[in-house]
């Protein structure tokens, strides 16, 4: 079967090939919206699909955008590819997604590879708030390029995250607000500018003779080994706030075969909001990062002028989701 043309869209639509084209190009200018409207159906009942080499050698543009983050492996950077994947494929784009390893080294290939593919632009979550500047300043020499959830230093780009110090007052004031005094961090990756900076709120808010249980990365298998250690000081611990989601699932899991209560004896929060906590038993309080939003403005910021990607962090609100991990009387 032949697939569809531009010509048959237009005929479909009973428009010019000119109009078809501009509609379909994401460039409707001057286009009546009831005929923008019937393209768009023309094209979804034909199945039409953008020859997009076709666009790139007539624009010069490929609509394609890159993604490079830390490690697919974790649940919460997929869930912040999809909330970027949903606003590109809006604008009517393509999106391709790199995994770094959790390597700096790794993540400048991965860079390099998906500037030598034509993307448009690039967002990176960076490895390391020190070691990814210096593959993130020259890619910006090269193309658009803003950071995303993490800033990094000497990056000559702008970064949009979360405000980190910010979502560490939430859960503190929630689990003091709870009764609970003896609260303990287990936190992990301090390279990266969110873990130093959760780590940073965290000690300042509770001191640095405060709990903390630091590990070498965000995993499961990280949270279990928090778990083991807060299970042998659980004395001194009434609370955990995990710097992941990960961390959490881990951590409870352990504490749990350890016969130790939670909420009960020890109550647990997440940082991440990650779907799967609404699936755990007790599901986990978290923190939601208003992802879509971030999105949304990283991709203007990666359309705008230059100037306006100085080196600079743009930090968004977050949200304290409540479950009963940490509060009984809440729930998913």
């Known amino acids: 079967m032949t697939a569809p043309r531009l010509l048959d869209v237009a005929a479909a639509a009973g428009v010019s090939r000119a109009t078809a084209s501009r509609v379909l190009a994401g460039t409707p200018r001057n286009v009546d919206p009831a005929l923008v409207r019937r393209v768009e159906e023309a094209a979804r009942r034909l199945g039409y699909r953008t020859n997009h080499s076709a666009r790139a050698l007539r624009t010069g543009t490929t609509g394609t955008i890159g993604v490079v983050v830390p ?82 230093t000497a990056s000559g780009t702008v970064a949009v995250t979360l405000d980190n110090a910010a979502a560490m ?52 298998d990280a949270g279990r080994t928090a778990g083991r250690r807060i299970a042998e000081r659980q004395a001194l611990v009434d609370a955990v706030v995990c710097g992941a989601d990960v961390l959490a ?54 359309q705008a002028p230059a100037r306006e990607r100085a080196e600079n962090v743009e930090r968004f609100a977050p949200q304290l989701v409540v479950r009963s991990s940490t509060d009984v009387r809440a729930h998913a």
């Open 71 to 152: 490690s697919l492996a974790n649940p919460y950077f997929v869930q912040l590819v999809d909330a970027i994947a949903q606003q590109v494929r809006a604008a009517g784009g393509q999106l391709v997604v790199s995994d770094a390893a959790n390597d700096a080294a790794i993540e400048a290939e991965q860079i390099e590879t998906l500037l030598g593919g034509r993307v448009d632009g690039l967002l990176v979550v960076p490895v390391s708030a020190g070691a990814s500047g210096p593959a993130v300043r020259a890619a910006a020499g090269r193309a658009p390029v803003v950071l995303f959830d993490r800033w990094a």
């Open 169 to 220: 007052r939430l859960l503190l004031d929630h689990l003091e607000g709870l009764g609970r005094r003896r609260i303990a961090l287990v936190a992990a990756d301090q390279a990266s500018s969110s873990g130093a900076e959760r780590l940073a709120a965290f000690t300042e808010a509770r001191g640095a003779d405060a709990t903390t249980v630091l590990l070498p990365s965000f995993t499961t």
């Open 249 to 302: 699932v881990g951590l409870v899991s352990t504490l749990q075969r350890a016969a130790i209560s939670v909420p009960g004896q020890i109550a647990v929060t997440g940082f991440d909001d990650t779907e799967l906590l609404e699936l755990l038993d007790p599901p986990i309080t978290s923190i939601r990062h208003p992802l879509a939003a971030m999105a949304e403005r990283a991709l203007t910021l990666l």
